[in-house]
């Protein structure tokens, strides 16, 4: 099983990478990508069960890779959470015409972020 | 944290994998690196010498090759695994900072919604309990300044991890410094049931330099607190703190808004301040002080009812309670009561004063000139006018909140007061009639005319009494 984290900021891609560590005991690889054409190739190739894809990205941004990844390549099933910054306005009409799983917001909740992963991925 | 594999260190997507393969290249190839499992995982196998990758005593795979070429590949994987286990050690740190501000953000953030005491223990409870592990929480806070340690909230368990009379509770709110107990048991301040906790974490609750309580995690296993989790309790104290700091403060408020309203039914506003501000209605109690009764009841007001209209009764004795309790109270008067028609009111209570009588005799004919305005208002809108008679007594009265817990009322009781209601008995329409002794109480007012001495029901020596002439207010 593979997660992969989507981020430009290396900070909240390392929090995230290191609240997951512990799923790595569990057999689950985690990918990181630092931007949207990085994070759509490795959804191409590696094929993830759950992406936590942030929103606001340079080149392309979060909806752009969701859009790409539910519609053009047709992996409906990898399951896209969407990480939005807590308190700037969210198009959530935007994110359900993308296909989005779910959302989350930033700063996250630790505790949250890896029960949420868990119960994706069934351990 | 998850061990460090030389799989998950040489994956072609890690950092370490470039540099490794970059050496063996330069090497000339034929070296290689293994996992434990003797899967290759970088460069060719087979090579004719094998040198473990050990890092911290433990063995990660081993180098094939040249012994030369694999001994340095191996301690370059060696320093590559070494760093990577520092940089994972950072990172877990500073995820946990980061769950930390986290969790005090939303500890903030929870506490800025409520009010209510139990919900602000809740909640920091909780948030505590996300990061420190205890088997018991609970908090104690005090709610005045002298007043004992109180319970507010447990968590989980139906037992707090300390009692409100612990003294070890009561030793931690007087020093205001949080403490870790990782022995409990032996601490000499530990008693009864709580010596189960084994090892605990304590902290004040800190709030502009006085300390309303404590917070308290503690396990009944051996759990081992760490500096770490104090400094963590001890923030979350010092918010938790404020918040119940907040609460107290707006329970107090409310508490005196409402007795404020409750005085302010029957003391005139300025008195009901002084009393507040004074220490509240404890002050009331009965005590035997020099006081001026009142009595003002409408004449005729059984004959005249009883051709009206339930409603209309009682919309004409409101208009004329509201009235008369405006003049009596700016004649720094206190409303006993309301009696079918009748008014009583005091003077000189709770406040003891020097111009009791007079002001009771004002008050009396601000009465009645009150009457004339109300009047003239009546026959505006077609309404028949009515009458009052005051009678007007001073003496010793037992004056206080007397009733049962539940139902408290201020009021007088006592000769003087059975005096001047048979004073009230005998005054007319207009009419005010004071007793020998408010007369004498009022030297300087020369309205008063003698009526002659009477008998009045229950008393056995006459009595002399005064019709007190008043002018009409100019209209």
Known sequence: MKILIVDDEPHLRMLIQQTLEELEDEGVELLTASNGEEALDTIRDEQPNLVFLDVMMPKKNGFDVCDATKHELGLSNVYIILLTAKGQEFDRQRGQEVGADLYMTKPFDPDALLEKARSVLGI | ?475
């Open chain 2, 1 to 475: 944290m998850a061990t460090l594999t030389l799989k998950a260190l040489l994956s072609p997507k890690a950092g370490a994998a470039p540099a490794v393969a970059s050496l063996i290249e330069a090497m000339g190839g034929g070296t290689g690196v293994e996992d434990l499992s003797g899967k290759l995982l970088l460069g060719v196998s087979g090579g004719p010498s094998q040198v473990p990758v050990i890092l911290e005593d433990a063995i990660l795979g081993r180098v094939t090759g040249h012994q030369s070429d694999a001994a340095a590949v191996a301690s370059l994987v060696a320093h590559l695994a070494a760093k990577e286990i520092e940089r994972r050690a950072l990172a877990a740190e500073v995820l946990q900072l980061y769950r930390e501000i986290h969790l005090i953000g939303q500890l903030s953030e929870e506490l800025a919604a409520v009010l209510d005491i139990t919900a602000i223990g809740k909640s920091a409870l909780k948030q505590a309990r996300r990061l420190i592990p205890a088997s018991h929480a609970g908090i104690l806070v005090v709610e005045n300044p002298e007043g004992p340690l109180r319970s507010i909230t447990v968590a989980d368990t139906d037992v707090p991890p300390l009692p409100p009379d612990s003294r070890f509770a009561a030793s931690i709110a007087e020093r205001g410094v949080a403490e870790i107990v990782n022995d409990f048991p032996s601490d000499p301040r530990a008693l009864g049931y709580e010596r189960a906790m084994q090892s605990l974490i304590c902290a004040p609750l800190r709030a502009k330099q006085h300390t309303s309580g404590v917070i308290t995690l503690a396990n009944t296993t051996g759990q081992h607190y760490s500096s770490a989790h104090l400094k963590l309790l001890d923030t979350i104290a010092m918010q938790t703190a404020a918040a119940v700091e907040n609460s107290l403060a707006s329970q107090q408020l409310l508490a005196r808004e409402v007795e404020r309203q409750t005085l302010k039914r029957y003391l005139p506003p300025q008195v009901a301040d002084l009393i507040l501000a004074s220490g509240g209605s404890s002050l009331l109690q009965g005590v035997l002080q020099p006081i001026t009764v009142l009595y003002a009841d409408i004449r005729g007001f059984t004959s005249m009812s009883e051709k009206m209209e339930a409603r209309d009764i009682v919309q004409m004795l409101n208009e004329f309670f509201t009235a008369m309790s405006a003049v009596i109270f700016r004649c720094n008067g206190t409303l006993d009561k309301f009696i079918g028609d009748c008014i009583m009111a005091l003077f000189g209570a709770p406040i003891a004063s020097s111009t009791a009588a007079s002001d009771g005799l004002w008050a009396a004919i601000g009465m009645q000139r009150e009457m004339e305005v109300l009047n003239r208002s009546r026959s505006a809108r077609g309404l028949p006018p009515f009458q009052i008679g005051i009678g007007l007594h001073c003496g010793l009265a037992v004056a206080g909140n007397i009733g049962s817990a539940d139902r408290l009322q201020y009021t007088a009781i006592g000769d003087t007061v059975n005096v001047a209601a048979r004073l009230v008995a005998k005054a007319g329409a207009k009419e005010i009639i004071v007793s020998e002794d408010v007369r004498a109480g009022i030297p300087d007012f020369a309205g008063f005319e003698p009526l002659g001495e009477v008998e009045l029901r229950g008393r056995a020596t006459k009595m002399n009494i005064y019709s007190a002439v008043w002018a009409p207010s100019p209209q």
